[in-house]
Structure formats: structure tokens, C-alpha cells
């Protein structure tokens, strides 16, 4: 066999590109409220709880109910991504990235609007009739963590917090964690005893509903000052999703840039949290 057969010796490139792990788009953005608004920032009014008065004798004068409003800021942040390619690397990779490039800047996205969600719903929200008023969640709406991660006691006391501020009970409740507390959970006697969890998600290795809670799974969630893991439980109209344009993508020749394809990607998103008895944060030690 001659010794230079291997310059016939070809190579293989794949055909397509393979998107490496992560978070493919918005997990929570569906479990919030969502409101379409128009402007650098958007107020939503609000209307407190009032009290009927006894009428202690006939004829006499209709009382009057003051009735006390509020009033939450949602302020809208634009967002962008972009990269480009170049026409020769199209040429040395032997296919068009340009798709690949695309589905990436979406997942991208979807992953700031998570990112917005969460820091509203732990952060400070604006009151007050100019937005002024810097309002954060109270301790009494926050579980310690005591050296433990997430237990089934700190969701019946997550349960029994909105349960008396009197959160609606036919609103959506909904309980975001990371790997870990699903760990914790599926590590619990009562969640793995079939008759105890009646959603018997644990078949899949998964909990998807416990305790009137929706578990939606993230890797997004931050942590506290002292390290540990701020996980979120609250009710679907307890935060605010604003959208003042959705992400839409452009793709287009750059003649600034030899006239490479751009693929271009922006939002205007805004999120707040509108009403703190309806949002609790526990601290899980992982």
C-alpha cells in the first residue's frame, strides 16, 4: 500500500449544530400576570380592603367609605442581542449557521424575562402616585432557613402565609425552585408515600403540583445575602410581567461589515412585584 494514501484520507463535518445545554426560553413568564403597556414606565392602580359600618340608628346619615387606593410602577428596560457572520465563515464551516444563531438569541431572551420576573419578586417594588416610594417584601412574608433546604414544613408554613392574608384561593399559586429542593422534596416521606401525594408526579422523578403549589424548576433563582437560596412561592397576579414590544428578530446584511449577516434580537420588557402578601420567599440551604 503506498505510504502517501493518506492524502486521500477525507474529513466529516456535521450538517448541523448542536445547541449546548441550557434553559431553552421563558419558564415563568406564563405564571405571572401579563400586561401589554405603552411608554417609559406604566402604573397600575389598586384598590385596598374597606369595612362596613353598623347602622346604629334609623335615619340617619350615609356614612362614607374612604376608600384607599395604591398605585405600583412598572419601568421597561430594552434588551438586545446581536452577532454576526461573516460570509467566509459560512464558506469554512460548510453550512449556515444563521438559524442556530437565531434559536440561541430566542432561548436568550426568554431567559431575561425569568431573570426580570425573579428580581421583582424578591426586590423592591415603586408605590406611591410618582412610583416614588421604595416598598420591600416584608420579613413576615419571608421563611427563615434554618439549616435546612426546602422541607414539607416550610411549605405548609409558605401555605398558611398567603392562606391568611387572605391571597384568592382561585388564583394560580406557583412555587419556583432549583434541582436541589426538587432533591429535597423527592428525599421526603410524606411526598414519596403515593396515598399522601395525590398528583403521584414522583413516577417521573418530577413533583409538578403539591400542596395547591405549581412547581416550575429553575436554575435562575439568586441567593441571599448569607449564600443561601431564595426560592419563591406566589400568586399568579402577585407579580407583573410588562411587555412593550415582545422579542422580534431581524436578520440583514451589514454593508458596514462587508456585508456579513446580522442576526439581531431585541425586547422591552418591565416587571414589578404588585401586591407583597401575595409573594413569599424561603431561604433554602443548599
Known amino acids: 500500500m503506498s505510504v502517501e494514501i493518506t492524502t486521500a484520507f477525507v474529513e466529516q463535518y456535521s450538517a448541523n ?20 403597556v405603552v411608554g417609559k414606565n406604566a402604573f397600575f392602580e389598586q384598590i385596598g380592603t374597606v369595612s362596613a359600618q353598623v347602622r346604629t340608628s334609623r335615619h340617619s346619615d350615609t356614612p362614607r367609605m374612604d376608600t384607599p387606593h395604591a398605585r405600583r410602577r412598572v419601568s421597561l428596560v430594552d434588551y438586545d442581542w446581536a452577532d454576526l457572520i461573516d460570509n467566509e465563515d459560512k464558506v469554512r464551516m460548510l453550512i449556515d449557521p444563521t438559524s442556530s444563531y437565531s434559536q440561541s438569541a430566542a432561548f436568550a431572551m426568554g431567559r431575561a424575562k425569568d431573570d426580570a420576573i425573579i428580581a421583582a419578586a424578591t426586590g423592591t417594588a415603586q408605590t ?18 434554618a439549616a435546612t433546604g426546602l422541607t414539607l414544613a416550610k411549605l405548609l408554613n409558605a401555605k398558611e402565609i398567603l392562606d391568611s392574608n387572605e391571597a384568592d384561593p382561585d388564583q394560580r399559586r406557583i412555587i419556583a425552585v432549583t434541582a436541589a429542593q ?10 414519596k408515600n403515593a396515598d399522601y ?13 403539591f ?3 405549581d412547581f416550575i424548576r429553575t ?6 445575602s448569607n449564600g443561601d437560596r431564595q426560592v419563591i412561592c406566589w400568586c399568579q397576579d402577585g407579580i407583573l410581567l ?4 415582545d422579542a422580534s428578530a431581524k436578520i440583514s446584511e451589514r454593508a458596514d ?17 404588585m401586591e407583597e402578601e401575595k409573594v413569599v420567599e424561603i431561604a433554602c440551604s443548599e
Open 128 to 145: 406611591g402616585v410618582s412610583g416614588g416610594t421604595a416598598t420591600a417584601l416584608p420579613s413576615g412574608q419571608k421563611i427563615a432557613v
Open 197 to 209: 401525594n395525590s398528583v403521584k408526579a414522583l413516577a417521573q422523578g418530577q413533583i409538578n403540583t
Open 211 to 213: 400542596m395547591g403549589f
Open 182 to 191: 426538587v432533591t429535597d422534596l423527592l428525599n421526603t416521606t410524606e411526598i
Open 257 to 273: 461589515k462587508n456585508y456579513s449577516t446580522q442576526v439581531f434580537y431585541s425586547m422591552t420588557i418591565g416587571a414589578t412585584r
Open 17 to 36: 449544530i448542536q445547541l449546548l445545554s441550557q434553559q431553552k426560553g421563558s419558564r415563568l413568564s406564563s405564571a405571572v400576570r401579563n400586561e401589554t
Open 219 to 224: 436554575q435562575r433563582l439568586g441567593v441571599d
Open 242 to 245: 410588562a411587555t412593550g414590544k
